[in-house]
């Protein structure tokens, strides 16, 4: 799993292939295409260059190797991989919006907010 780090360097999820979790290892959302969607299927955002942006093209998260953002903080240890928990049906997701160009700013929605 790979983590994910918010503008303070904190790990607040991980990425396995396709899937999110938290940091207790609960499934949380998932990556189709560049779209980023909660565990209800609800459109979230992208991730696009290792960025996590929110509607308004601005940076909420990252993970290493990040690109097209505003300066990256260092990155603070990331706990243990939890195990993963089973991953709940899913709706289908719908079309996202048209994609806004990408920001060189934080956005000021949080890791949790934004996957919620």
Not at 15 to 24: C, M, Q
Not at 50 to 75: H, I, Q, W, Y
Not at 89 to 96: N, R
Request: proline residues 9%; aromatic residues 12%; glycine residues 8%.
């Amino acid at each position: 799993m790979q983590s994910i780090y918010n503008n303070q360097g904190k790990t607040v999820g991980w990425l396995s292939f396709r899937d999110l979790y938290d940091l207790s290892g609960t499934y949380i959302g998932f990556i189709k295409g560049h779209g980023v969607y909660n565990m209800k299927s609800k459109y979230c955002g992208t991730l696009r260059q290792s960025a996590f942006r929110d509607r308004e093209g601005l940076v909420v998260a990252f993970m290493k190797g990040a690109k097209n953002t505003p300066v990256l903080p260092s990155l603070k240890p990331s706990p243990s991989e939890p195990p993963k928990k089973s991953k709940p049906s899913l709706k289908p997701t719908v079309t996202p919006p048209p994609r806004k160009s990408d920001r060189l700013q934080w956005s000021k929605i949080d890791w949790d907010r934004f996957i919620s």
